[in-house]
């Protein structure tokens, strides 16, 4: 093995490359920007770059230079001398042992390049002269190792070592709280595109995904990260027909989310087997306080286990089932299940297929439950025997706040047991039972009722279209004044003889005030912003009782004070006592939605008509059986 002993055999002027070794605290070579260790059996060799361009420089040059440095190299001999002693005393060996060690070190493997514990010549490389350094110590310098002392691992504290069962299930440590790396990972397994709108939202409370289209393979990758995202409390899924492939997975994984308060799965086509995954699902999870299941043809035969949940859940509040398939079986199983429940406070099953006998079990439901605050049965056939049913409900009830049996065929001799219930009841604040048979007279008893009962605290009653007579009419204008009562009718009759109205839905939507003024509308080539601007005449952008007055007058509406003072009330939602652009657009789809459920009554009416008169048929073909 050579040893490098001449400094110009071996480096170019320019451009060169060159390994420079020294100790580590040799700190007589200026301009080191970069060091680096190699080692092999406890021998460590210190090597050091320089990174300065070489300039091209004269013999004379040279010369001058380096002997106006003499003085700095015999310096760092002295200090390098020094270095030597403290190592060889670290070592244990003498000095001049110590030298010999280095050298022949030095010799077996730190120059050649080709050892295992050697440094190849070209792994650095060497761009200027160390100002510090003279030609005749250069050699000397370059030969430069020491032995270091053996190291253990015990001495070494590294932040790299990995648990193993870190390495082998990351997913146990996983600490997005927000789900958002399981759900790319979903949205890859089950190739869909991830949702933008979702993984934007997902550090907010309130997730509404209605109608974005998500279908059951979207549903099904969202519904990984919705176990363990700890933000989301209420989430709104409307209208994106997930199906009972896409509901059964969201069941499964949010049995253990404890954070999710509000789930709404209003038409989603779920049917009646995607209803026992919701149902399951509320068996388990004591979190879900408000569940909207509404339009997805649930059939009576999820009647007994929705009956076995109602028993069982004790944090449900608010239950929506409106515009399903259910009839006397789930009445007769929600019955048995309001007896006991004491927990739920809402209850929507309006726009089932509920007749009398179901009608009559859901009246007693009420009529026993110690917990409802607000029950809608509109859109059902109570009949008679239904209207006695729910009077003695109401009759018997003290905790109802709401109750809202419109378009529910009570004839007008169910209105005297009604009135009944109203004469006891002292907590029911709202009733709504407009758009049945009550007739003038069934109106007018009503009100008796409520004038005879100085507790009550009724301040809406709601008659819909119902015309009332001029009697009615005096004694609403002085319980009104008396009480904070308001009555909405049809209006009051031009002569005393009372009649009584068909109250068909078909006919009443037709003499809604706000179908009178959507015909207005479309007559007149307006759109919703056109008549906001056409009655607003300050230009405040909105619409004051006096102007909305002033232009169903200028605009010859054929509406009666009575119908504008309903239609100002169910379009002001927030009482402010004027009507803005986004109070009109809620009007107009509140409208528009009660026109698709009229269809789907029509609907459903001639399927029943058909079916009556093919059992008529059989009947009267086979009069025996």
């Avoid at 760092?76 to 403290?86: G, L, P, Q």
């Avoid at 109203?422 to 709504?432: D, I, K």
């Avoid at 308001?486 to 078909?506: F, N």
């Avoid at 009416?605 to 009267?620: G, M, P």
Wanted: net charge negative; aromatic share 6%; glycine share 8%.
């Amino acid at each position: 093995m050579e040893t490098l002993t001449n400094y110009n055999d071996h480096v170019p002027k320019t451009g060169s490359r060159m390994l420079i070794t020294q100790f580590p605290d040799d700190e007589s070579y200026s301009g080191v920007t970069h060091s680096d260790a190699h080692s092999e059996g406890g021998a460590t060799l210190y090597s050091h770059v320089i990174d300065s361009p070489i300039p091209e420089e004269n013999e004379d040059d040279v010369s001058g230079r380096f002997s106006r440095k003499t003085n700095q190299s015999n310096r760092s001999k002295d200090k390098r001398a020094d270095n030597e002693n403290t190592m060889g005393r670290q070592s244990g060996l003498s000095s001049v042992d110590f030298n010999d060690k280095v050298s022949e070190t030095y010799e077996r493997g730190g120059r050649g390049g080709g050892g295992e514990g050697g440094v190849s010549e070209e792994e650095y490389e060497v761009d200027s002269y160390p100002d510090s350094m003279s030609m005749d110590n250069l050699s000397e310098t370059l030969s430069v190792t020491f032995e270091a002392p053996e190291l253990r691992d015990e001495d070494f504290d590294t932040d790299l070592e990995v648990d193993d069962d870190k390495w082998l299930h990351p997913e146990k440590y996983d600490h997005d709280t927000t789900g958002l790396t399981k759900y790319l990972n979903a949205c890859e397994e089950h190739d869909v595109t991830p949702v933008r709108y979702f993984m934007k939202h997902m550090m907010e409370t309130n997730m509404n995904l209605g109608h974005h289209g998500l279908g059951p393979a979207a549903m099904r990758a969202m519904a990984v990260p919705l176990e363990s995202n700890t933000t989301i409390e209420h989430l709104d899924l409307e209208g994106n027909w997930i199906g009972e492939e896409g509901v059964q997975p969201l069941c499964k994984l949010l049995r253990d989310n404890v954070y999710i308060v509000e789930l709404n799965l209003a038409e989603n086509k779920l049917g009646t087997e995607g209803a026992l995954h919701v149902i399951d699902l509320m068996l388990e999870n004591r979190n879900i306080e408000n569940l909207n299941l509404t339009g997805n043809r649930i059939t009576d035969n999820a009647g007994e286990p929705l009956g076995v949940m109602l028993k069982r859940n004790t944090t449900l509040r608010h239950l929506k089932l409106r515009h399903n398939e259910l009839g006397e079986r789930a009445a007769q199983c929600i019955k048995d299940a309001l007896t006991d429940n004491e927990s739920l406070e809402t209850l929507d099953i309006s726009w089932n297929h509920f007749m009398t006998r179901g009608c009559v079990r859901l009246a007693e439901a009420v009529k026993e439950n110690v917990a409802l605050k607000e029950v809608n049965v509109m859109m059902n056939g109570f009949g008679l025997e239904g209207a006695i049913a729910l009077g003695e409900a109401i009759k018997v009830n003290r905790t109802l706040l709401r109750l809202d049996a419109s378009y529910c065929r009570l004839p007008m001799e169910g209105a005297a047991s009604i009135a009944h219930g109203l004469q006891h009841n002292e907590t029911l604040q709202a009733l709504n039972v407009g758009y049945n048979s009550l007739g003038p007279d069934g109106s007018l008893g009503l009100l008796l009722g409520l004038e005879r009962n100085d507790c009550s605290n009724l301040t809406t009653l709601d008659l819909g279209n119902s015309k009332v007579t001029p009697q009615f009419k005096e004694r609403q204008d002085k319980l009104e004044a008396e009480r904070p009562l308001r009555v909405h009718h049809g209006g009051v009759l031009p002569d005393t003889k009372a009649r009584e109205i068909c109250m068909d839905p078909v006919e009443v939507f037709k003499r809604d005030p706000m179908t009178k003024l959507k015909e207005w509308v479309e007559q007149a080539g307006y759109r919703l912003i056109d008549l906001l601007r056409h009655f607003d005449k300050d230009q405040s952008m909105s619409i004051s009782r006096e102007e909305f007055v002033n232009g169903i007058k200028s605009a010859r509406i054929e509406i009666t004070d009575d119908q504008i003072d309903i239609l100002l009330d169910r379009l002001d939602t927030d009482g402010d006592g004027e009507i803005d652009f986004s109070e009109l657009i809620q009007g107009d789809n509140d409208h528009r939605s009660l026109k698709r459920e009229l269809t789907q009554y029509q609907e459903d009416q001639r399927i029943r008509e058909e079916e009556t008169e093919t059992a008529l048929d059989a009947f009267l073909k086979n009069p025996s059986d």
